[in-house]
């Protein structure tokens, strides 16, 4: 029999990590885009790319950008579906702020990907860059996702997830956890915040392991493609 306390602490863990990570992700946010274009060399934003390019099998209806940050996905699913209803929504408001001007025409909203304020089956498709890591709880997350997405909805995922490949892996342990946080401190003036960023790719779930989640929250139809010998990968899911 469980202790009678253990939901409760439980829940104060999920709140403590949430708000330590919106308070993190608040105070880089003025050098996020400008620190994201100098680490990745622009790559990312060819992976962004990609993605979009995922979410445009989803059926006809409304688009989530979850876990927006400073609204990159959601500019570019603004210039790809301009008849299409865009929702950007993040824990971080400061983000949604500072990105407002890339995708004015989108909606903006603060919100916790683990509780969205968003209608059952609501969108049709869902997109999720680099962000899904920093949930408290992935599952919950997913789930959320799964709610509110109509049926035959697509959930399109661009991650760092943890590397499988010793290649892969070696230059997580050299980039990952050397160079982002020392560049990244430099940069922002913050690198206690780079280093918990570095930290959490390699925490996270690996490709395979986020894939046989997604399956067991119910998703259907679950592919998988490695960016860059797995540097960073696509996970695509319907309902």
């Given at each position: 029999?469980?202790?009678?306390?253990?939901?409760?602490?439980?829940?104060?863990?999920?709140?403590?990590?949430a708000t330590g990570v919106?308070?993190?992700?608040?105070?880089?946010a003025p050098t996020y885009d400008a620190l994201n274009r100098v680490m990745s060399a622009g790559i990312d934003r060819r992976w962004r790319r990609r993605a979009i390019d995922r979410l445009?099998?989803?059926?006809?209806?409304?688009?989530?950008?979850?876990?927006?940050?400073?609204?990159?996905?959601?500019?570019?699913?603004?210039?790809?579906?301009p008849n299409r209803r865009i929702v950007a929504a993040d824990f971080a408001e400061q983000m949604l702020e500072l990105g407002k001007h890339k995708a004015p025409r989108a909606e903006r909203?603060?919100?916790?990907?683990?509780?969205?304020?968003?209608?059952?089956?609501?969108f049709a498709g869902v997109v999720c860059g680099f962000g899904i890591r920093n949930v408290a709880d992935t599952k919950k997350a997913i789930l959320e996702v799964r709610?509110?997405?109509?049926?035959?909805?697509?959930?399109?995922?661009?991650?760092?997830f943890r590397p499988a490949r010793a290649v892969t892996r070696l230059f997580h342990e050299t980039?990952?956890?050397?160079?982002?946080p020392a560049i990244g401190g430099l940069i922002s003036g913050d690198p206690g915040a780079y280093g918990y960023l570095a930290k959490s790719m390699g925490a996270f779930l690996s490709r395979e392991?986020?894939?046989?989640?997604?399956?067991?929250?119910?998703?259907?139809?679950?592919?998988?493609?490695?960016?860059?010998?797995?540097?960073?990968?696509?996970?695509?899911?319907?309902?």
């Open positions: 029999m469980q202790p009678i306390a253990e939901p409760q602490l439980r829940h104060d863990h999920q709140a403590e990590h919106r308070t993190m992700f608040d105070r880089i445009a099998l989803a059926p006809p209806g409304a688009l989530l950008d979850l876990c927006a940050g400073t609204l990159d996905l959601t500019a570019l699913a603004v210039s790809r579906f909203v603060v919100a916790d990907a683990m509780n969205l304020p968003f209608a059952d089956g609501e709610r509110v997405l109509a049926p035959r909805g697509l959930f399109v995922t661009l991650e760092f980039y990952a956890k050397r160079v982002l392991e986020y894939s046989a989640l997604l399956r067991e929250c119910g998703f259907a139809s679950v592919r998988g493609e490695d960016q860059m010998l797995g540097i960073s990968a696509i996970v695509t899911a319907t309902t």
